[in-house]
């Protein structure tokens, strides 16, 4: 999505958010990012903060990685735009439904995450299955 390394994904989210800030042109993945980003106003001084971009975020310096973060509703936001895995979009929608669209992205996170740290573990590829079964469980 973003190229292969950590400082081209940070540079283009906040690109994207410079950009939408000067209200110039977007292109589509611009347009997304920029969009969760706006919805994440504690992140808006870091994206412009250079030195926040080079940050270590890590579980064992207590602090949370706000690109993991807005990258996860990105992934989110593509998933249920392609249907891919088949049902996340209907998931979504019932979801958002009842719990409002930012709790649902939130809860479908964590089973996102799970996913793809079982996948890491495993050496293997995410499990779509098992990853909807989660989803249809929250």
């Known amino acids: ?8 994904m940070r540079a283009f989210f906040a690109t994207a958010w410079r950009k939408r800030q000067a209200g110039e042109a977007l292109e589509p993945l611009e347009a997304l990012v920029a969009a969760v980003v706006a919805e994440h106003p504690e992140y808006h001084a870091l994206l412009a903060d250079p030195d926040s971009l080079e940050r270590e975020y890590t579980p064992q310096a207590g602090i949370a ?27 979504y929608r ?11 992205e939130h809860a479908m996170m964590e089973c996102l995450g799970e996913s793809l740290w079982r996948a890491q573990r495993d050496n293997a590829l995410p499990d779509e299955a098992a990853y909807l079964d989660c989803l249809r469980r929250l």
């Open 1 to 8: 999505m973003f190229g292969s390394d950590r400082a081209t």
């Open 65 to 91: 990685n706000p690109f993991l973060h807005l990258s996860m509703h990105v992934a989110l936001r593509e998933q249920v735009a392609t249907d891919r895995p088949t049902g996340i979009a209907a998931v």
């Open 94 to 104: 019932a979801l958002g439904a009842t719990r409002g669209v930012a709790e649902a």
